[in-house]
């Protein structure tokens, strides 16, 4: 039946009024994608890998053969090229692995690539040796620790002079102390900045920038007279 001109048409059953939403169908329903699940927390990371130990007959077991009786706490570390072994040990025992590792003919690591200083916080200072052989294309890493308090390790440049400079730097840096050493003056900061060291994670900056600016603006008035 068709309405008056100018009157809507009801609405009958079974139709939805213009405007209002249509209730799904039970198959609509059925389709609609359930809600994600929630995202796993992730874990924290651990600060430090796990330690793995060396593979037997690494260079570690010929360190140790070479002198028996020293602690050594062996493990593998990333290298550039692959891995290779690091080993700890105590400061007091230093100058014998070191010596050992240029002269035993097992070891043969006459090469001092570089030293680097690490601050580890609480705990402590290290003093990280790479040792490569040119004859037994192998390679070690010799690591020692110290406290803030007793920041004293043995100079091992009398053994590997090429470690002279270095010890120097980590000097200024770390304020490590390295004894034994015949000319540990700084050798890349002022000399009277003897107080304060760089690469140390406790290096109050504000302090260097002020002892900056007040350098700077003597020189500068040193200048103009």
Not at 25 to 33: H, Q, R, V, Y
Not at 84 to 110: H, Q, T, Y
Not at 127 to 137: E, M, R
Request: hydrophobic letters at 35%; aromatic letters at 6%; charged letters at 30%.
């Amino acid at each position: 039946m068709t309405p008056p001109e100018g009157q809507e048409p009801e609405a009958t059953s079974g139709t939805t009024p213009e405007g209002a939403a249509a209730s799904p169908t039970p198959e609509a329903a059925a389709e609609k994608p359930a809600k994600p699940a929630a995202r796993p927390v992730k874990e924290a990371e651990p600060k430090e890998a796990p330690r793995v130990a060396p593979p037997p007959g690494s260079i570690n077991e010929k360190l140790a053969a070479a002198v028996p009786g020293v602690a050594l706490n062996a493990y593998m570390v990333p290298e550039m090229k692959g891995e290779c072994v690091a080993v700890e040990v105590s400061r007091d025992d230093l100058p014998a692995v070191m010596g050992a590792a240029r002269d035993d003919e097992r070891l043969d690591l006459k090469y001092l690539r570089c030293l680097s200083g690490v601050d580890w916080q609480e705990d402590g200072l290290e003093v990280v040796y790479h040792l490569w052989s040119f004859t037994k294309h192998h390679s070690l890493q010799v690591k020692t620790r110290v406290t803030y308090d007793d920041p004293n390790v043995p100079s091992i440049a009398t053994i590997y002079p090429a470690a002279d400079w270095h010890e120097r730097e980590a000097r200024d840096m770390f304020g490590i102390n390295f004894v034994g050493h015949w000319n540990l003056l700084p050798l890349l900061l002022p000399e009277d900045m003897t107080d304060h060291f760089p690469l140390r994670k406790d290096n109050p900056l504000q302090e260097i920038e002020e002892w900056q600016g007040e350098n700077l603006r003597e020189g500068a008035g040193e200048g103009e007279e």
